[in-house]
């Protein structure tokens, strides 16, 4: 069977020859078409074509967006704010940064209608530090947008108003988290806050009543808005609704951002038949389906159970390449959609190496708040780092284990899931690997493939 087409919503002029990240160029291609319209409509109306697309957030835990608007605190009599969550902490995740450089008036498109459908009239982009020239794409696009009265005060001859505002953020993995994002914004170190209370649709920005919604999420609006929430649910698959970015990296012969209707393409036909394949001589060992966090899967294991289709219950028995690339599928098996990030790694990776690697990122990242969280991704990172070195102690294998064990559901915010998921994934799918280590000490890689220092 031929691999699917992309169905390119958010991509749909990415790649356009002589494309650039312009005004004009974007009202050439119908560009705030859309928000014209929206104006006009009662932002009620608005609400509910999201609601009725199923459109569900890009930027890593899946939830409904039109629920989340739902729950805003709307008779607080507070302003509402939008926070745009352009931070794409998470490793193996590069598409809100392409959307940012290439397209960021569909972003800032998304937003206004975003804006005027909850009667929000402050905005606040939250870049993340590393990504200076996104700023300043974003402050010129806000200007030029300010300049054409699509952004500012009585927008399109309404008299409705929002601003736009950037902030950079100075570079931390944390910030991508919602609420220790709204403390930076606020210029305050990043600690997550605890909910409850503090959910942001109640008690976020400024103690006001926030919506915060990934880069992606708030593109797709743009297109619910335009087509109706109804046709973009036919989109996609049932309750996994629309298109999504799916980043690839790692060992494929063809890495890069591939947009398709989510659930319409296997892992299988996404890794061989879009992205190439393995390298030469090469065989896939291992995915991460959706970003460092999310819990590994091993080619050659199957996946059982039973899954809804339409009324009914169907066994499923999965190999990695039949699993369909959607939230619900993803979830079923035991990993996550998360952020799109799609991670390879072929038979010349020790896994010990690629955990240390990925346990040196989480304890540098943790902010230090709980004491499972910061004390547990240290030693997780200490346990796999003296395994690499050749120091590893006989029971490292299930010290390390202990240690995950201790930290998942044990801590304020979700970086505790994120940082013991690929511990207790890894160990529990490749767990030869860790116990071969003390005896082994470094394995000898094969040819051709660099140590690790
Ligand atoms: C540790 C951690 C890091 C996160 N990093 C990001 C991020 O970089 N970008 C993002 O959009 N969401 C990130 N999230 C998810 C956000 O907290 C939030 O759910 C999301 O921005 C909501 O937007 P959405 O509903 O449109 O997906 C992170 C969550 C956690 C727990
Ligand atoms: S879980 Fe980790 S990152 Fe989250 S608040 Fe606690 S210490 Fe900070």
Redesign the pocket.
């Known amino acids: 069977m031929p691999a699917p087409q992309q169905h390119r919503l958010i991509f749909r002029h990415i790649d356009e020859p002589g494309y650039s990240n312009d005004l004009a160029c974007y009202v050439r291609n119908g560009g705030y078409e859309v928000l014209r319209k929206a104006v006009q409509r009662k932002p009620e109306e608005l609400i509910d074509e999201v609601k009725k697309s199923g459109l ?8 409904p ?1 039109g629920v ?1 608007w739902t729950l805003v605190d709307r008779k607080s009599g507070k302003p509402i704010y939008l926070v745009v ?6 490793p193996g ?1 590069f598409k ?1 940064r392409y959307i940012i450089h290439q397209d960021p008036h569909q972003l800032i498109e998304g937003i206004m209608i975003t804006c005027f459908a909850n009667k929000v009239e402050r905005a606040f982009i939250y870049i ?1 530090g590393e990504f200076p020239e996104g700023a300043r794409i974003l402050e010129k696009a806000i200007a030029e947008a300010r300049a054409a009265n699509l952004v500012g005060p009585g927008i399109l001859g309404t008299a409705y108003g929002c601003e736009i505002f950037v902030h950079r953020g100075a570079g931390a ?9 709204i403390e930076s914004l606020e210029g305050k170190r990043p600690y ?1 806050r605890i909910k409850p209370p503090y959910f942001p649709a109640v008690l976020g920005l400024y103690q006001c009543p926030t919506i ?7 593109c797709h609006v743009k297109h619910i808005a335009d087509m109706g929430g109804e046709a973009y649910s036919k989109i996609g698959t049932p309750n996994n609704t629309g298109t999504r970015i799916l980043c690839v990296s790692g060992h494929v012969q063809r890495p890069g951002f591939y947009e398709f209707e989510v659930g319409k393409v296997t892992m299988g036909q996404l890794l061989n038949e879009v992205c190439g394949g393995p390298l030469p001589g090469r065989t896939f060992k291992a995915v991460i389906p959706g970003g460092s ?1 999310a819990k590994v899967l091993k080619f050659g294991e199957r996946y059982k159970g039973k899954r809804k289709v339409g009324a009914d219950m169907v066994d499923y028995d999965w190999g990695v390449d039949d699993i369909p690339m959607d939230f619900d599928s993803l979830a079923m098996i035991g990993s996550m959609g998360g ?1 799109g990030g799609v991670i390879v790694m072929d038979d010349s990776v020790s896994m010990v190496e690629a955990l240390g690697n990925i346990n040196a990122f989480y304890s540098h990242e943790s902010c230090g708040q709980c004491t499972p969280c910061r004390e547990g991704s240290l030693w997780m990172k200490k346990i796999t780092s003296r395994m690499v070195h050749g120091d590893a102690r006989p029971e490292d294998g299930a010290l390390l284990k202990s240690v995950a064990d201790q930290i998942a559901g044990r801590t304020i ?3 505790g ?2 940082c013991a998921w690929p511990t207790q994934s890894f160990i529990a799918k490749f767990g030869d690997e860790f116990k071969a280590y003390p005896e082994a000490k470094k394995q000898p890689k094969p040819d051709g493939v660099p140590e690790l220092v």
């Open positions: 569900r957030g890009r930027g890593g835990a899946g939830f967006c989340k969550n352009a931070d794409e902490s998470e995740t809100d993340r993995y944390i910030c991508g988290e919602e609420t220790g994002l997550p915060v919604n990934n880069v992606e999420t708030l966090s952020s915010c979700a970086f899931e994120a």
